[in-house]
């Protein structure tokens, strides 16, 4: 699986943007459709953090507590594309942000941990002004 993280820019405190994580490769819609996907994101100086994910199924959604109510994350198979809709962003969101991909039929339970993810794509960069 080989991703890659587009739809970053530029935005006022307040406003929305929609990431999106698209299969740059050769996977099929039937390998896209066994596997988890996550968000997370690096600020500078800091470490990188957990910000949503979605089961492989489609059915479970989980959030890191500072994007709770704010960030919408979801998955299109057909489309091979995973999006995250940001809302009300404020200027702490300001980061790189990464999508990732779990191995096929991923249920550990551990979505918040980087770790448990084999595929990565690069970067794309969220700046919030306020």
């Known amino acids: 699986v080989q991703l890659q993280a587009s739809g970053g820019g530029l935005v006022q405190a307040g406003g929305s943007l929609r990431l999106s994580c698209t299969n740059s490769?050769?996977?099929?819609?039937?390998?896209?459709?066994?596997?988890?996907f996550g968000w997370f994101r690096q600020a500078p100086r800091k470490g990188r953090k957990f910000v949503a994910a979605?089961?492989?199924?489609?059915?479970?959604?989980y959030y890191g507590d500072p994007v709770k109510g704010r960030f919408t994350i979801s998955r299109d198979n057909a489309k091979n594309t995973v999006w995250l809709q940001m809302n009300s962003l404020k200027p702490e969101d300001t980061a790189i942000y990464y999508c990732?991909?779990?191995?096929?039929?991923?249920?550990?339970?551990?979505?918040?941990?980087?770790?448990?993810?084999?595929?990565w794509g690069q970067g794309t960069q969220v700046t919030v002004s306020s």
């Open positions: 490769g050769q996977t099929s819609s039937s390998t896209f459709s066994t596997v988890a």
């Open positions: 990732a991909a779990t191995s096929p039929y991923y249920d550990g339970g551990y979505y918040q941990i980087e770790y448990e993810y084999e595929f």
């Open positions: 979605i089961s492989w199924s489609g059915d479970s959604t």
